[in-house]
């Protein structure tokens, strides 16, 4: 299996870089059979060529990748984010991509966020209408199939009941927004019908926000449109401690093809200190190895990673006085303990 790895901007680099070596430990000692490939996509070769996403680039990964590793992307030299779009949205939508998943280990629990990838307001339809040298009128339309529905929706259902879920709960705004938001509780209740096993509720983004900060753990597993799902997962990472800590996969479970990522984004202000929280990226290799069917190796990464954020070589975010170098050290130094345990097992 080959990794296309896409380091980025800003911290990425940083942070993918950090975490690496202890995929190829782990490819060693566990004879994964994984290999991968660093490309140099990103803002430095945008601004050398006008280009984010080669062209081809699409077929190649389809044809010659399983997964993909992304850092971070954007950069101030590029201040409307075009070849961050243009990579990450053409990643996700070329790729199709629709089911994005973002687990938050709260302290009490873990409440699991499903987050539909590629539609509603981020479908780029819409434009301007020019008014005195500035915008005038702004439309972007929000955009939704009923299959990308169906399809998000069946597939989350069939994971949390397979893993033994119990509680699920429909984000939307239906009363504000009724066309795309009663299609979503429309799907959602005849999908639901499929599990006997599984309680569902759905609730208003707001009030959900309000419970969610709380009381989270009356959560366990939330479905939610594009644009509440972007926004109310940054608040789970807020709960967990921070978005250096949140790490996310994108799967097209057709395929199976996903992609795989920090989320803290590109933090060009500490880019370059030693002090990016490498946590993220090292949790986003879990959920890659554990996707890929690897799950010794994602729990040895995992024991080792907790582990070494209980000491003092975690960064300043969390607490530590470590660089992002001394915490990977710490984390490196207790994965062949990891690794030889889930031998034994």
Known sequence: MRIAVIPGDGIGPEVVHAALPALDL???????????DVFGWGADEWLATGVGLPEGALDMLRSEYTAVFLGA???PRVPDMAHGREILLGLRRGLDLYVNHRPNQLPDGLVDI????TQGLYVGVGGTVPQGGGVGVAVDQCV??????????RYCLDRIAAQGGRKVTLVHKANAVP???RLWQEVFREELSRHPGLTGTDEYVDAF??????????????????LFGDIISDIGAALMGGLGLAASASICPETGFGLFEPVHGSAPDIAGTHRANPYAAVMTLVLLLDHLGHRAAAAALRDSLDQAARTDATTPDLGGNGST???????LDRLPMAIKQEKEQ
């Open 26 to 36: 782990l490819n060693h000692e566990l004879g994964l059979g994984l290999s991968y």
């Open 73 to 75: 992307l954007g950069d």
């Open 114 to 117: 499903y987050r539909e990838n």
């Open 144 to 153: 939704y199939t009923r299959q990308t529905v169906e399809n998000f929706v």
């Open 179 to 181: 066309h795309t938001g």
């Open 209 to 226: 926000c309000y419970h969610f900060v709380r009381t989270p753990m009356r959560y366990e597993a939330v479905l939610a449109p594009n």
């Open 325 to 331: 170098e001394e915490f990977m050290v710490a984390v």
